[in-house]
């Protein structure tokens, strides 16, 4: 296995067969996503002008790993449709129908806040199990590979870590029976505010903070600092993390350095290779048990 990963990052014509790979994902995402563009759209246009005027780090906007983020957040919202799309029809012919009557028969807001709430729950559990298991660390270690954060280098995941992660969410929305148009709603809603919490924006939104997740509670998610190891697992809603306890913001200092122990290429067919590799820190960093090991 090994023999074959090292062949596959030495083949001659990699960067030819990577290009042939990325126009072939704009291709499907045309076809199949075009929302993806406008999501892009909002990025480039929204984002990065936020970034000049409110930014938090001192970094260049366009720098050299832009296009392995192009990948990302070209690829990704293609590959995590799937296991959504099989999951909805193998599970919805098991919905609980009692929930489902009983979320149907609500005013629509009611409805909307507790899809709000449940997607927040199972999210943060996901999420927790992605840093908690070794292997599904190894998966997630590339979302917390980049050195310096912005709108896009924040859309960095593997696909496998995309897939599991939004199959483990959807299981429950669809046995409840929640609103697919609701759950549309949810995840744009998410999809925005994900690149808003990554992005090099000094935002610490202090009023906020038991209510809603900002841009510098998630950047200390993504902290090397000791403290901040496994904490502020929420994506929207922080009160899942005070209940957990794993809520982390202090008042008097910001996170400076973002990163794993070790650091990843920002090759993006190396970081798709680099959960099924060895690597001599992040062994150590494991065998210690990611939370114990960041403690
Ligand atoms: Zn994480
Ligand atoms: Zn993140």
Redesign the pocket.
Known sequence: MRNLLNKLKEYKYRNEALLVFYLAAITTVVIYRPDTIWFFVIGVGIMIPLEFIFRRHKMTTFHKSMFTDTLHVTIDPVLSMVPIALVYSVLEPLQITSASTAIASQPRWLQILEAFLFKGLFGYWQHRLAHEIPLLWRLHAV??SPSQLNWIS?ERRHPFDSVWGSTFTAIPMVLTGFNLIDLGYLAMVSRVWDYT??ANLNWRLRFLKYLWVSPEY?HW??SKEKEAWNKNYSGLLPIYDLIFGTFYLPKDKSPQHYGIPGGMSDDYIDQMLYPFQKHEITEEFISNGPVEGHK
């Open positions: 979302h917390h924040g919490i990554h998630h998610h993504h």
